[in-house]
């Protein structure tokens, strides 16, 4: 470990001795270029399996329609060949067919077509229905007659008797024309067939009685892929279980023979357990897909050359080769460039920095730039001048400080004095039983009492709301019981610590502007709790209310302040007082409607000595 320590070192300090121009190259071409690199090999490889497995996805989506569309077809045609069997029609002629002249059995080829056609039952699929009995005689029953499927002998007899063994189950088999006989000599009609057949069985007793033959003209199962086959550059084909092609897009791949390619029919048969998915045929660097037709037993696959699929990847390859080569180029300049405006601003900071290391606060660094030591040189000109006013700051709210201890004092008048000269009143009054004077003179008394503290001395809120009492029962004989007072005061706060003389000033300006001025019977609620680890009181007046503007905090602007009558401190002055005592957080709030109420809240922070019991319950005094 301390070897790599050392080595570490010592090639950084080897570093440190190379100019910055020259390191700022050099992580360039490391640090730029090289996660370039492996973020467009990423990005490539990402790109490759998103658009493949997009593409998969398509082509999936697209077979799978098309492999269901050719098994509905399918299995309408199946469905129809057993309701043919059964009509009526059918089996008569079957049945009876020695006794069927040429006009009775054009009379019931009529009657199928007629039928067949109302319910469009074959949507032009079928091209033919041809019925044979059991000794051999045929007839067509839907179609052209001039034209019909005419099997070689060996391959129509091999046809009836796989339908025989089948009892009346169908029987596909894919022909063209090697299968058929020519309908003149020399003449050879070049078409495939896709042929349905099955034995029909009387209703009665369920004996065989006749066959029936369907064609489908191949074409119309291949003009279902043909279009999507064309479109993607990719060889679709249909094949039995017998690997037999049924269909093929691809017109030089024989219908009716076994598929060519073997060691594509093996990758088709290897991947029977996961049909509908696509696995790379390697040999032909091709994908292949493989989709069920149940309703005849057959299977649908799909051949596409990787370089259809990789195709859209030789353009993002492309493109990003040439912004990458762009961009490392742009690199290179900007870097040059770059460097040259780094190195300057970094001297003059750091003459600065030494300058202001020395306590020069006065010195302001030049902002001739706009980007980041540009800012860097702004913010350090910024906390200059913000140290520089913070001192001022500070300085000033002492002055404030003591102007406002020099208040306190004043509103004092004597106060020794004077509560010396009310004890002797209050007992004079005591003797001649003027209780109510007595009462009034007690509540100054202590009211004096609590003035000749310190100002900035805190007390407890059960003292402050004691406080509030007295000066409530001398206002109370003043204004002769005109009002009410409501003490809703959380018990769990009584032994918090606040300033002094907070309340009492709302209190006042309540009474005096809220109370005294109205018509009606006043009442003040004086509330307070504990809420998120503050110590908040609301007092509410329903006097004659204020508009915001007439009790402005700030006590150059408080018009009403100078009417404040006991402690001489003002509402403003308790609002300076919490914020220069407590910090800017806290302070008043004023709430009003003109004619209707007026409500201050006091913010103050949770102070305590003594555990509060938790378990008190709230009261209202």
């Given at each position: 470990?301390?070897?790599?320590?050392?080595?570490?070192?010592?090639?950084?300090?080897?570093?440190?001795?190379?100019?910055?121009?020259?390191?700022?190259?050099?992580?360039?071409?490391?640090?730029?270029?090289?996660?370039?690199?492996?973020?467009?090999?990423?990005?490539?490889?990402?790109?490759?399996?998103?658009?493949?497995?997009?593409?998969?996805?398509?082509?999936?989506?697209?077979?799978?329609?098309?492999?269901?569309?050719?098994?509905?077809?399918?299995?309408?045609?199946?469905?129809?060949?057993?309701?043919?069997?059964?009509?009526?029609?059918?089996?008569?002629?079957?049945?009876?067919?020695?006794?069927?002249?040429?006009?009775?059995?054009?009379?019931?080829?009529?009657?199928?077509?007629?039928?067949?056609?109302?319910?469009?039952?074959?949507?032009?699929?079928?091209?033919?229905?041809?019925?044979?009995?059991?000794?051999?005689?045929?007839?067509n029953v839907y179609g052209n007659n001039t034209f019909t499927v005419n099997l070689k002998?060996?391959?129509?007899?091999?046809?009836?008797?796989?339908?025989?063994?089948?009892?009346?189950?169908?029987?596909?088999?894919?022909?063209?024309?090697?299968?058929?006989?020519?309908?003149?000599?020399?003449?050879?009609?070049?078409?495939?067939?896709?042929?349905?057949?099955?034995?029909?069985?009387?209703?009665?007793?369920?004996?065989?009685?006749?066959?029936?033959?369907?064609?489908?003209?191949?074409?119309?199962?291949?003009?279902?892929?043909?279009?999507?086959?064309?479109?993607?550059?990719?060889?679709?084909?249909?094949?039995?279980?017998?690997?037999?092609?049924?269909?093929?897009?691809?017109?030089?791949?024989?219908?009716?023979?076994?598929?060519?390619?073997?060691?594509?029919?093996?990758?088709?048969?290897?991947?029977?357990?996961?049909?509908?998915?696509?696995?790379?045929?390697?040999?032909?660097?091709?994908?292949?897909?493989?989709?069920?037709?149940?309703?005849?037993?057959?299977?649908?696959?799909?051949?596409?050359?990787?370089?259809?699929?990789?195709?859209?990847?030789?353009?993002?390859?492309?493109?990003?080769?040439?912004?990458?080569?762009?961009?490392?180029?742009?690199?290179?300049?900007?870097?040059?460039?770059?460097?040259?405006?780094?190195?300057?601003?970094?001297?003059?900071?750091?003459?600065?920095?030494?300058?202001?290391?020395?306590?020069?606060?006065?010195?302001?660094?030049?902002?001739?730039?706009?980007?980041?030591?540009?800012?860097?040189?702004?913010?350090?000109?910024?906390?200059?001048?913000?140290?520089?006013?913070?001192?001022?700051?500070?300085?000033?709210?002492?002055?404030?400080?003591?102007?406002?201890?020099?208040?306190?004092?004043?509103?004092?008048?004597?106060?020794?004095?004077?509560?010396?000269?009310?004890?002797?009143?209050?007992?004079?009054?005591?003797?001649?039983?003027?209780?109510?004077?007595?009462?009034?003179?007690?509540?100054?008394?202590?009211?004096?009492?609590?003035?000749?503290?310190?100002?900035?001395?805190?007390?407890?809120?059960?003292?402050?709301?004691?406080?509030?009492?007295?000066?409530?029962?001398?206002?109370?004989?003043?204004?002769?019981?005109?009002?009410?007072?409501?003490?809703?005061?959380?018990?769990?706060?009584?032994?918090?610590?606040?300033?002094?003389?907070?309340?009492?000033?709302?209190?006042?300006?309540?009474?005096?502007?809220?109370?005294?001025?109205?018509?009606?019977?006043?009442?003040?609620?004086?509330?307070?709790?504990?809420?998120?680890?503050?110590?908040?009181?609301?007092?509410?007046?329903?006097?004659?209310?204020?508009?915001?503007?007439?009790?402005?905090?700030?006590?150059?602007?408080?018009?009403?302040?100078?009417?404040?009558?006991?402690?001489?401190?003002?509402?403003?002055?308790?609002?300076?007082?919490?914020?220069?005592?407590?910090?800017?957080?806290?302070?008043?709030?004023?709430?009003?409607?003109?004619?209707?109420?007026?409500?201050?809240?006091?913010?103050?922070?949770?102070?305590?000595?003594?555990?509060?019991?938790?378990?008190?319950?709230?009261?209202?005094?």
């Open positions: 470990m301390k070897h790599w320590k050392n080595f570490f070192k010592f090639y950084i300090l080897k570093l440190r001795t190379v100019n910055i121009f020259k390191r700022l190259f050099v992580m360039f071409i490391f640090v730029t270029l090289l996660p370039i690199t492996l973020y467009g090999i990423l990005l490539y490889n990402k790109s490759s399996d998103i658009i493949q497995d997009k593409v998969n996805l398509s082509i999936s989506e697209a077979l799978t329609q098309i492999s269901t569309s050719i098994n509905e077809k399918i299995e309408k045609v199946r469905n129809d060949s057993i309701e043919i069997s059964y009509l009526e029609e059918i089996q008569d002629v079957l049945i009876n067919y020695n006794d069927y002249n040429e006009r009775m059995k054009n009379k019931v080829k009529i009657a199928v077509t007629d039928k067949m056609s109302k319910k469009y039952v074959f949507d032009n699929i079928v091209s033919e229905i041809t019925l044979y009995t059991l000794t051999g005689a045929k007839l002998s060996d391959y129509f007899n091999e046809f009836l008797d796989i339908c025989h063994s089948y009892n009346g189950a169908c029987v596909w088999k894919a022909i063209n024309h090697n299968y058929e006989k020519r309908i003149a000599s020399g003449v050879n009609n070049d078409r495939n067939y896709i042929l349905l057949g099955k034995a029909i069985k009387k209703k009665s007793d369920g004996k065989i009685i006749g066959y029936m033959i369907m064609a489908i003209e191949e074409d119309k199962i291949r003009n279902i892929y043909e279009k999507i086959s064309s479109t993607m550059n990719m060889q679709v084909f249909i094949i039995d279980n017998n690997d037999i092609v049924i269909s093929s897009a691809d017109l030089n791949t024989p219908v009716g023979e076994i598929y060519p390619n073997n060691n594509v029919l093996k990758e088709i048969q290897d991947s029977h357990n996961i049909t509908g998915n696509n696995y790379h045929f390697a040999e032909l660097n091709t994908m292949i897909y493989n989709f069920p037709i149940e309703q005849a037993e057959w299977k649908m696959a799909a051949l596409i050359p990787l370089t259809y699929l990789q195709s859209d990847l030789k353009i993002i390859l492309k493109n990003f080769l040439l912004v990458g080569f762009i961009g490392i180029i742009f690199g290179i300049i900007f870097t040059l460039a770059f460097s040259i405006t780094i190195i300057s601003p970094i001297n003059k900071m750091i003459t600065g920095i030494k300058s202001f290391e020395k306590g020069d606060f006065s010195l302001k660094l030049v902002e001739d730039g706009n980007d980041e030591l540009t800012i860097l040189t702004r913010q350090f000109n910024k906390m200059a001048e913000e140290i520089t006013q913070l001192l001022d700051n500070i300085k000033m709210n002492e002055r404030q400080k003591r102007k406002l201890e020099i208040q306190a004092l004043q509103a004092q008048i004597n106060p020794h004095f004077l509560a010396n000269t009310l004890n002797t009143v209050s007992f004079i009054a005591k003797l001649k039983k003027e209780t109510s004077i007595e009462t009034i003179i007690n509540a100054i008394i202590e009211l004096l009492r609590d003035s000749m503290k310190n100002d900035d001395s805190l007390h407890t809120v059960q003292e402050e709301i004691s406080l509030i009492k007295n000066y409530i029962i001398i206002q109370d004989y003043r204004l002769m019981g005109k009002f009410d007072v409501e003490f809703q005061i959380s018990p769990q706060i009584l032994d918090f610590q606040m300033p002094r003389f907070i309340l009492q000033p709302i209190v006042e300006n309540a009474i005096i502007h809220g109370i005294e001025p109205s018509c009606r019977r006043g009442l003040i609620t004086i509330a307070g709790k504990c809420k998120n680890d503050q110590l908040i009181f609301s007092i509410t007046d329903n006097g004659v209310g204020m508009r915001i503007e007439e009790l402005a905090l700030d006590s150059k602007n408080n018009t009403v302040e100078k009417n404040s009558r006991f402690s001489g401190l003002g509402v403003s002055n308790v609002n300076n007082r919490i914020k220069l005592m407590m910090g800017d957080q806290y302070g008043l709030k004023v709430l009003s409607e003109k004619g209707s109420y007026t409500t201050i809240l006091i913010n103050l922070p949770v102070i305590t000595k003594n555990p509060i019991s938790e378990s008190r319950e709230e009261h209202h005094v």
